[in-house]
T-cell receptor, first 112, second 113 residues
């Protein structure tokens, strides 16, 4: 079984809709991250969380919010989706003493 | 803040040829450096990382990279390309104090038969 899972894997939605992307991990890591990937831009950090009570904005947090429901779960919400949020979204985790991040398979989001 | 520049968005090599993917970083504090690979329709997988110690780092699938502080570089190499190496490669940097990882824009490697 995969250590980091993301649901859904693909989603098409319309402008103005609220959408939630979910991430679960079985690695026992405290630290979790949300990134978006756009062609030619690499990955950019949206939000990160170092434990259940800790939420931090990343490089591009505008238009997004997150919820850390438990150590193993970290959700990303788009309150009112817009077309330029069309991208590939990745969740990642890391341990406290290891800067290596472990990535989920990604969610491809299309906003029409 | 730290940043990464990957020179060349696309690199094409013949099977059996040397692979060289270039990465330069900027960081005001000693960095940790990473190379990740992304195969089509998959997430990122760690190839190798530099944290401390030996500056020549060996990774999976025959790849290696050398941390050169004076050149602020962390180029990725493989002596002989294989068809299965075709993928997108990302260089990343993070300060040692936290996990604020910054990625380069990526280099797509094509391997010709």
């Amino acid at each position: 079984d995969a250590d980091v899972t993301q649901t859904p894997r693909n989603r098409i939605t319309k402008t103005g809709k609220r959408i939630m992307l979910e991430c679960s991990q079985t690695k026992g890591h405290d630290r979790m991250y949300w990134y978006r990937q756009d062609p030619g831009l690499g990955l950019r950090l949206i939000y990160y969380s170092f434990d259940v009570k800790d939420i931090n904005k990343g490089e591009i947090s505008d238009g997004y919010s997150v919820s850390r429901q438990a150590q193993a779960k970290f959700s990303l919400s788009l309150e009112s989706a817009i077309p330029n949020q069309t991208a590939l979204y990745f969740c990642a985790t890391s341990g406290p003493l290891d800067n290596e991040q472990f990535f989920g398979p990604g969610t491809r989001l299309t906003v029409l | 803040a730290q940043s990464v520049t990957q020179l060349g968005s696309h690199v094409s090599v013949s099977e059996g040829a040397l692979v060289l993917l270039r990465c330069n970083y900027s960081s005001s504090v000693p960095p940790y450096l990473f190379w990740y690979v992304q195969y089509p329709n998959q997430g990122l997988q760690l190839l190798l990382k530099y944290t401390t110690g030996a500056t020549l780092v060996k990774g999976i699938n025959g790849f290696e990279a050398e941390f050169k502080k004076s050149e602020t570089s962390f180029h990725l190499t493989k002596p002989s390309a294989h068809m299965s190496d075709a993928a997108e490669y990302f260089c990343a940097v993070t300060p040692r104090a936290n996990n604020d990882m910054r990625f380069g824009a990526g280099t797509r490697l094509t391997v010709k038969p």
